[in-house]
């Protein structure tokens, strides 16, 4: 199994511009999350899903974040416009249908915003 | 409000000895509790958990978790701590409502570990 691939692994931009993040979840799991970790905040939980319907997005930090999931094997992060405190390191994270709910997570997004 | 605690920001420990980082937690009912792995550059690795039965959980590359509780906690050890276990480790427990369990993490502030040669 390949895991949980994210895309981009790394990526520069400049203030304002808008920035995209992806994620594929590992097949057959129907969770999926969107964490955030800084060394100010350290690890916070900005949406997750269940099949494919967003459960929680009270750590979406403003409306300039959205995130969508059109379908089990994909979904996006958004950031428009980009700021400089949007730098951090995003992961995706799945887990499968069992009572567990083991997360696992992917290599991370490092966004920096100049 | 449901949380982790991770009350060291770093564990120093000789390569050879034994290892304990520490956790304690705040959720109603009964914890699932869970540790995971960071290494440089790379995303959290599941390491072990706790859903029920026996309090001491045996997990991945020797590692184990001992749950307590009436000190609401969730240790981890190893009895022979590598050079190669130097990372930040992160404790975890799964939110709580009235019905069950979410499948929302609570994760701590993590504890980076360094073993020294």
């Known amino acids: 199994d390949a895991g949980v691939i994210q895309s981009p692994r790394h990526e520069v931009t400049e203030m304002g511009q808008e920035v995209t993040l992806r994620c594929k979840p590992i097949?057959?799991?129907?969770?999926l999350f969107w964490y955030r970790q800084t060394m100010m905040r350290g690890l916070e939980l900005l949406i997750y899903f269940n099949n494919n319907v967003p459960i929680d997005d009270s750590g979406m930090p403003e409306d300039r974040f959205s995130a969508k999931m059109p379908n089990a094997s994909f979904s996006t992060l958004k950031i428009q416009p980009s700021e400089p405190r949007d730098s951090a390191v995003y992961f995706c994270?799945?887990?499968?249908?069992?009572?567990?709910?083991?997360?696992?997570f992917g290599e991370g997004s490092r966004l920096t915003v100049l | 409000a449901q949380s982790v605690a991770q009350p060291e920001d770093q564990v120093n420990v000789a390569e050879g000895n034994p290892l304990t980082v520490k956790c304690t937690y705040s959720v109603s009912g009964n914890p699932y509790l869970f540790w995971y792995v960071q290494y440089p550059n790379r995303g959290l690795q599941f390491l072990l958990k706790?859903?029920?039965?026996?309090?001491l959980v045996k997990g991945s590359y020797g590692f184990e978790a001992e749950f307590n509780k009436s000190q609401t906690s969730f240790h981890l050890k190893k009895p022979s701590a590598l050079v190669s276990d130097s990372a930040l480790y992160f404790c975890a427990v799964r939110e709580m409502y009235d019905g069950g369990a979410t499948n929302k993490l609570i994760f701590g502030t993590g504890t980076l570990l360094a073993v020294q040669p």
């Open positions: 706790y859903i029920t039965g026996d309090n």
């Open positions: 097949s057959g799991h129907d969770y």
């Open positions: 994270a799945s887990s499968p249908p069992t009572e567990t709910g083991e997360l696992f």
